[in-house]
C-alpha cells in the first residue's frame, strides 16, 4: 500500500495553535504556486512509473480556501502521472467557512470521496480563541452539503478551561451532522505559536485534565458507535481512514508541494518550507528537497514498532520477523519484560493495553533501548 499527500499552504488566517507550512499572506501567489506544484506531480510521476498509489490525501493549510479549479488540477494531474489503484480513497481537508455547494460538487466529479473537516469545537467562544474562521453553524451547513458522503471530524482536547462535556457535545455535533469518523486531537502548544503564550500562562489545561478527558470520550465514542482504532482516531466499520493507516503501518508516500515529506525506498526526503524557494527550485529544475535520509535497519525497527504500538491492533509480530529476518520476542525481551504490566503480548502480536494508550510514549521508548 502506498500513499499521495498533496500540500496546499494557504489559509485566510493562521490559527493560534498551527504549526504547519501555512501562509495567509502568500494566499495570491495561488496560480504560480499550483503552477509548480503541477510540474512536481509529473516529475513525481514519472520517476515513480509503475508503482500503484492507494490514497491521496490534499491537506494544508486550508485546501477549500483556494478556487476549486485548483484542487480538481492537481487530482487530474496526479491520474495522469501516477497509477492509482481502482478504487482509490482521495480526501481533502475542508474549513466549514471556506465551502460551498458548487466546490463540493466539483471535488466530487475528479473522484475526492471523503472528506476531513476541521471542527476542532462546537463552541464558538473557543472556535474565537483558537482564530478560526468558522462557527459551529457553519460546520452544520458544511455537514448539509456533505450528506451521504464520507466525512471525518477533526476535534481539540485541551482549550482553555475546556470541559469534558464540552467535549461530549462537540462529538454530538459532529455526529448530529453525519460524521463516520472522529479524530480528537491533544492540544500540543508549539513554540511560536500564539497559543503557547496561553501554555506559559498555565491557562491551557494540564497534561492530567486533558488524559482524563480522552479516558472519558474513548467511552463516549464506543457508545455511539464509534471504535479506536489508533490513539486519537475512531471510526464507524469500514470508515477508518485508509491514507492515515498507510502511515502507522509504515507503508510508502510521496509528498508533493512546499513542507511535504516523502518515504519512499528506504528514503525520507522533506520538501522545503519556504514558498519561494519551492517555486524557483521546481522553475529551475532543480530538487526542491531539503533534507534526505537513508533509514537504516535498526531505526526502522523501531520505526515499525512504534507506528505500530499507536493502532489498537498494535504490531504483527510474524511480519516484523519477516521483514528484518529476526525474532520479535527475541529482539525485544528486555521491554517485554519492563512493560509487561502495561501491554498484551501473544505469539503473534504485541499491543498496548487500552486503558495505557493515550500514555503511550513510555512504553514505547522501552523499546528504544
Keep these: 500500500m502506498a500513499g499521495i499527500y498533496i500540500h496546499v499552504p494557504f489559509c485566510k488566517s493562521k490559527c493560534s495553535y498551527c504549526d504547519f507550512a501555512s501562509y495567509p499572506k502568500e494566499i495570491g501567489k495561488t496560480e504560480s ?25 490534499i491537506g494544508g493549510g486550508t485546501p477549500s480556501v483556494v478556487d476549486s479549479k485548483f484542487i480538481v488540477g492537481a487530482i487530474r494531474q496526479v491520474k495522469k502521472f501516477f497509477t492509482l489503484s481502482q478504487n482509490p480513497e482521495i480526501t481533502i481537508e475542508l474549513n466549514p467557512g471556506t465551502v460551498t455547494p458548487e466546490k463540493i460538487k466539483e471535488y466530487k466529479s475528479v473522484g475526492i470521496n471523503r472528506f476531513s473537516v476541521g471542527l476542532q469545537t462546537g463552541y464558538d467562544d473557543q472556535l474565537k480563541r483558537l482564530n478560526r474562521i468558522h462557527t459551529a453553524k457553519d460546520f452544520l451547513l458544511c455537514a448539509n452539503m456533505l450528506k451521504g458522503e464520507n466525512f471525518s471530524a477533526d476535534i481539540l482536547i485541551g482549550l482553555a478551561n475546556q470541559t469534558v462535556e464540552q467535549v461530549k457535545k462537540s462529538i454530538d455535533l459532529a455526529i448530529a451532522g453525519g460524521a463516520s469518523h472522529i479524530s480528537t486531537y491533544a492540544l500540543t502548544p508549539e513554540v511560536g505559536t500564539p497559543i503557547y503564550t496561553d501554555y506559559l500562562n498555565g491557562e491551557l489545561l494540564s497534561d492530567d485534565e486533558v488524559a482524563d478527558i480522552y479516558h472519558e470520550i474513548v467511552d463516549y465514542l464506543k457508545e455511539k458507535g464509534f471504535d479506536r482504532y489508533e490513539v486519537s482516531n475512531f471510526a464507524k466499520q469500514g470508515f477508518e481512514s485508509k491514507h492515515n493507516q498507510n502511515y502507522w503501518k509504515r507503508g510508502e508516500y510521496i509528498g508533493l508541494g512546499v513542507s511535504a515529506s516523502s518515504f519512499i525506498d528506504d528514503r525520507r526526503f522533506t520538501n522545503t518550507f519556504k514558498i519561494d524557494e519551492y517555486m524557483n527550485a521546481i522553475i529551475f529544475n532543480k ?4 533534507s534526505s535520509e537513508i533509514i537504516e535497519k535498526e531505526d526502522a525497527k523501531f520505526e515499525f514498532v512504534m507506528l505500530g504500538l499507536r493502532t489498537a491492533k498494535g504490531i504483527d509480530k510474524k511480519e516484523f520477523n519477516k521483514l528484518f529476518d529476526c525474532d520479535f520476542d527475541k529482539e525485544y525481551s528486555n521491554a517485554l519484560l519492563e512493560k509487561a504490566q502495561y501491554i498484551n503480548s501473544t505469539k503473534n502480536s504485541l499491543s498496548i493495553k487500552p486503558e495505557y494508550l493515550f500514555v503511550q510514549n513510555d512504553i514505547i521508548l522501552a523499546f528504544m533501548k
Design 33 to 57: 504556486y499550483f503552477a509548480c506544484l503541477y510540474r512536481e506531480i509529473e516529475g513525481r510521476g514519472r520517476q515513480l512509473n509503475g508503482r500503484v498509489f492507494d490514497t491521496v490525501y
Design 287 to 290: 530538487s526542491p528537497e531539503i
